[in-house]
């Protein structure tokens, strides 16, 4: 477990690898920083042992302070001469102070911008790479994913990582080196005060490792309970047809409410942690200064070390006060970007399962055969297709026919490689699919899916969605093909129509044709069409499959329908059962052949005959 928190912490870290030059500049800047404040404390207490006359003559216990009294009557000049050389110290003290306030300024400008540059941009690369990784992620990944998670990971918590690599970071070096410094400077300037002052900051170390232990799976809580919240909502959203047809809008709230009211209340366990937290680490800074006053008092009053001793020691004792605020802020964002990196890297570890082959090359122009050798699929464990053969010749439009449940859809996914087999092969022109390259093989293949899914985007370019560089005269014989040139032309902006989310603002059918449309413009030497036409009118699916018919020369069409007509069409119809092939030959053939084919034609589909012939 700690094992894994350092691990993510250094793949977090490599994150931040091209960007060396800043990140140099950045803790540069910030350690000198923090070094030149060390330096103000001890020439506060110079400026009173010397300055004040409280130990007039005493060596300098410290050498900077030591180097300055040599230039303080210059320095003092400088800005003005003063009356006394008391006088002279304190002005030069002061001088110095605030030009190192001034350094500061500088390098904390410096460290800020950088830091803040620094997170954004790793958020920046880590969003590209999250988007582009879930891109190659297979269908297999995105049955199981669901999209509210995924949206609360690409969101949330990148920001959570984004905040920690910059200037959490940062900080989380700044304390340890701010610690370690004032140690040694305590020590150099007088070590029994030295061991009194931090003793109680010894406690400090326990407190935080056991606030880290406490707030870490705290918090990882939290961000899970993101994930839900997100996928709730989002499916919400989508749904919302659904859930207003079914008047469950009460139902919904309930739920959600739930939810929220979890995720609040993992929100405010997190929070008591911290409420616990900063009360104690203040009391630990605060202990440390009573003890050093204390104790140091007496050393003053026993002559054992000057009143500007005591005086440098609170100031640096003090210069711990707001880091160790900081460290809570600090153990909190770095347990809460590991939470958040370990749920990044969750997905980004995940590999598709569906890859090329090393050395995979590129498909040339098919001619279309399409073979399935004794294939077995499965989506999971369970198997969902059994020793599928057939062969389909260029050309020719195959029908696949059966059960719902039965596996067609599963049967032409398997075409682009959108699953892999279990068993067994499938190969187009000969080549089996795994030896291709993806976008070749997927490239000369189009589908119209069984749900029709449509960009938020104007019609034109949901057309062309395959094919950019496709020109409008490209896009409109498309439309033509798939009858929704007519539709798209009586809409008062054409072509040019955004069709809401999914397509929302259109019909079932007029969505199924412009997804038609979709496909045909890629010219695809395979076509895929999947329940295409469920929700055209027969007279509509009649003149699409006329057009088709001209189109798909020399191509070669798997069609998925329970239309009579679009069965008597095919070259060859498939019958499907419980995912095996049952029957095969011609309309005529299977009916004549007295099986299953035979038998749902005498139940459902001769009826249809009867229509279609009233019809034409
Ligand atoms: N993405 C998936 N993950 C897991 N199981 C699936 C998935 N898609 C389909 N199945 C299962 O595989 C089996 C075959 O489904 P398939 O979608 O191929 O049927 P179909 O013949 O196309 O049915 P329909 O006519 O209803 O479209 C079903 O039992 C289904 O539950
Ligand atoms: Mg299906």
């Given at each position: 477990?700690?094992?894994?928190?350092?691990?993510?912490?250094?793949r977090?870290?490599?994150?931040?690898?091209?960007?060396?030059?800043?990140?140099?500049?950045?803790?540069?800047a910030?350690?000198?920083?923090?070094?030149?404040?060390?330096?103000?404390?001890?020439?506060?207490?110079?400026?009173?042992?010397?300055?004040?006359?409280?130990?007039?003559?005493?060596?300098?216990?410290m050498?900077?302070?030591?180097?300055?009294?040599?230039?303080?009557?210059?320095?003092?000049?400088?800005?003005?001469?003063?009356?006394?050389?008391?006088?002279?110290?304190?002005?030069?003290?002061?001088?110095?102070?605030?030009?190192?306030?001034?350094?500061r300024?500088?390098?904390?400008?410096?460290?800020?911008?950088?830091?803040?540059?620094?997170?954004?941009r790793?958020?920046?690369?880590v969003?590209?790479?999250?988007?582009?990784?879930?891109?190659?992620?297979?269908?297999?990944?995105?049955?199981?994913?669901?999209?509210?998670?995924?949206?609360?990971?690409?969101?949330?918590?990148?920001?959570?990582?984004?905040?920690?690599?910059g200037e959490?970071?940062?900080?989380?070096?700044?304390?340890?080196?701010?610690?370690?410094?004032?140690?040694?400077?305590?020590?150099?300037?007088?070590?029994?005060?030295?061991?009194?002052?931090?003793?109680?900051?010894?406690?400090?170390?326990?407190?935080?490792?056991?606030?880290?232990?406490?707030?870490?799976?705290?918090?990882?809580a939290?961000?899970?309970?993101?994930?839900?919240?997100?996928t709730?909502?989002?499916?919400?959203?989508?749904?919302?047809?659904?859930?207003?047809?079914?008047?469950?809008e009460?139902w919904?709230?309930?739920?959600?409410?739930?939810?929220?009211?979890?995720?609040?209340?993992?929100?405010?366990?997190?929070?008591?942690?911290?409420?616990?937290?900063?009360?104690?680490?203040?009391?630990?800074?605060?202990?440390?200064?009573?003890?050093?006053?204390?104790?140091g008092?007496?050393?003053?009053?026993?002559?054992?070390?000057?009143?500007?001793?005591?005086?440098?020691?609170?100031?640096?004792?003090?210069?711990?006060?707001?880091?160790?605020?900081n460290?809570?802020?600090?153990?909190?964002?770095?347990?809460?970007?590991?939470?958040?990196?370990?749920?990044?890297?969750?997905?980004?570890?995940?590999?598709?399962?569906?890859?090329?082959?090393?050395?995979?090359?590129?498909?040339?122009?098919?001619?279309?055969?399409?073979?399935?050798?004794?294939?077995?699929?499965?989506?999971?464990?369970?198997?969902?297709?059994?020793?599928?053969?057939?062969?389909?010749?260029?050309?020719?439009?195959?029908?696949?026919?059966?059960?719902?449940g039965?596996?067609?859809s599963?049967?032409?996914?398997?075409?682009?490689?959108?699953?892999?087999?279990?068993?067994?092969?499938?190969?187009?022109?000969?080549?089996?699919?795994?030896?291709?390259?993806?976008?070749?093989?997927?490239?000369?293949?189009?589908?119209v899916?069984?749900?029709?899914?449509?960009?938020?985007?104007?019609?034109?370019?949901?057309?062309?969605?395959?094919?950019?560089?496709?020109?409008?005269?490209a896009?409109?014989?498309?439309?033509?093909?798939?009858?929704?040139?007519?539709?798209?032309?009586?809409?008062?902006?054409?072509?040019?129509?955004?069709?809401?989310?999914?397509?929302?603002?259109?019909?079932?059918?007029?969505?199924?044709?412009?997804?038609?449309?979709?496909?045909?413009?890629?010219?695809?030497?395979?076509?895929?069409?999947?329940?295409?036409?469920s929700?055209?009118d027969?007279?509509?699916?009649?003149?699409?499959r006329?057009?088709?018919?001209?189109?798909?020369r020399?191509?070669?069409?798997?069609?998925?329908?329970?239309?009579?007509?679009?069965?008597?069409?095919?070259?060859?119809?498939?019958?499907?059962?419980?995912?095996?092939?049952?029957?095969?030959?011609?309309?005529?053939?299977?009916?004549a052949?007295?099986?299953?084919?035979?038998?749902?034609?005498?139940?459902?589909?001769?009826?249809?005959?009867r229509?279609?012939?009233?019809?034409?």
């Amino acid at each position: 477990m700690r094992f894994e928190f350092a691990s993510i912490v250094v793949r977090l870290v490599r994150f931040l690898a091209p960007y060396r030059a800043r990140v140099a500049t950045a803790y540069v800047a910030m350690i000198t920083g923090t070094l030149l404040a060390l330096i103000v404390p001890a020439i506060i207490g110079w400026a009173v042992d010397v300055g004040l006359g409280t130990a007039a003559g005493a060596e300098a216990a410290m050498a900077v302070p030591g180097a300055l009294a040599a230039w303080a009557p210059a320095v003092a000049r400088a800005v003005g001469g003063a009356a006394s050389a008391g006088r002279e110290i304190l002005l030069a003290a002061a001088v110095v102070v605030v030009a190192i306030a001034a350094v500061r300024g500088v390098l904390g400008f410096a460290e800020m911008y950088l830091g803040a540059w620094l997170s954004q941009r790793v958020a920046y690369d880590v969003r590209n790479r999250f988007f582009a990784h879930l891109q190659h992620l297979s269908f297999g990944f995105h049955d199981r994913a669901q999209s509210g998670d995924l949206m609360s990971r690409a969101i949330s918590d990148i920001s959570k990582v984004q905040t920690f690599l910059g200037e959490g970071l940062l900080e989380a070096v700044n304390v340890p080196i701010l610690f370690a410094s004032v140690a040694v400077v305590l020590f150099r300037a007088e070590p029994a005060l030295a061991v009194v002052a931090l003793s109680p900051l010894v406690l400090l170390v326990f407190v935080t490792l056991r606030f880290g232990q406490v707030i870490e799976p705290r918090f990882k809580a939290v961000q899970d309970q993101e994930g839900v919240i997100g996928t709730r909502a989002q499916e919400n959203f989508t749904g919302m047809r659904v859930v207003k047809a079914f008047a469950r809008e009460r139902w919904e709230v309930a739920r959600f409410t739930d939810a929220n009211e979890d995720f609040y209340r993992r929100r405010t366990r997190a929070i008591a942690a911290f409420a616990d937290f900063f009360p104690t680490m203040n009391a630990i800074v605060v202990l440390a200064l009573v003890v050093t006053v204390a104790y140091g008092g007496r050393l003053v009053v026993d002559g054992a070390v000057t009143p500007g001793t005591l005086v440098s020691f609170t100031f640096w004792i003090a210069l711990l006060g707001a880091p160790t605020q900081n460290l809570g802020f600090l153990v909190n964002r770095s347990s809460e970007a590991v939470a958040a990196g370990r749920r990044l890297f969750e997905i980004l570890d995940t590999p598709s399962d569906i890859v090329e082959r090393p050395g995979a090359r590129a498909l040339p122009p098919l001619a279309g055969r399409v073979t399935f050798d004794h294939v077995d699929f499965g989506y999971g464990e369970r198997p969902v297709l059994h020793d599928v053969t057939f062969e389909a010749e260029p050309n020719q439009v195959v029908a696949l026919f059966g059960p719902t449940g039965s596996g067609k859809s599963s049967v032409v996914n398997l075409i682009p490689r959108f699953y892999d087999v279990s068993d067994g092969a499938v190969r187009v022109d000969g080549h089996d699919v795994r030896d291709v390259t993806l976008e070749s093989l997927r490239r000369q293949i189009a589908m119209v899916l069984q749900d029709t899914f449509l960009f938020s985007a104007t019609l034109r370019d949901n057309v062309a969605y395959g094919c950019l560089d496709a020109d409008e005269a490209a896009v409109v014989a498309a439309a033509r093909a798939a009858r929704a040139h007519g539709f798209i032309e009586a809409l008062p902006d054409g072509y040019d129509t955004i069709v809401g989310e999914r397509g929302v603002t259109l019909s079932g059918g007029q969505r199924q044709r412009v997804a038609i449309a979709r496909a045909l413009i890629m010219q695809p030497r395979i076509l895929i069409l999947d329940d295409a036409m469920s929700a055209v009118d027969t007279e509509t699916e009649h003149e699409i499959r006329a057009a088709l018919s001209e189109l798909m020369r020399g191509r070669t069409t798997f069609i998925i329908a329970q239309r009579l007509l679009t069965l008597k069409n095919a070259d060859v119809v498939l019958v499907m059962d419980q995912g095996r092939i049952v029957e095969r030959g011609t309309h005529a053939d299977l009916v004549a052949a007295g099986g299953l084919y035979a038998r749902i034609y005498e139940l459902q589909l001769r009826d249809q005959e009867r229509l279609a012939g009233a019809g034409r």
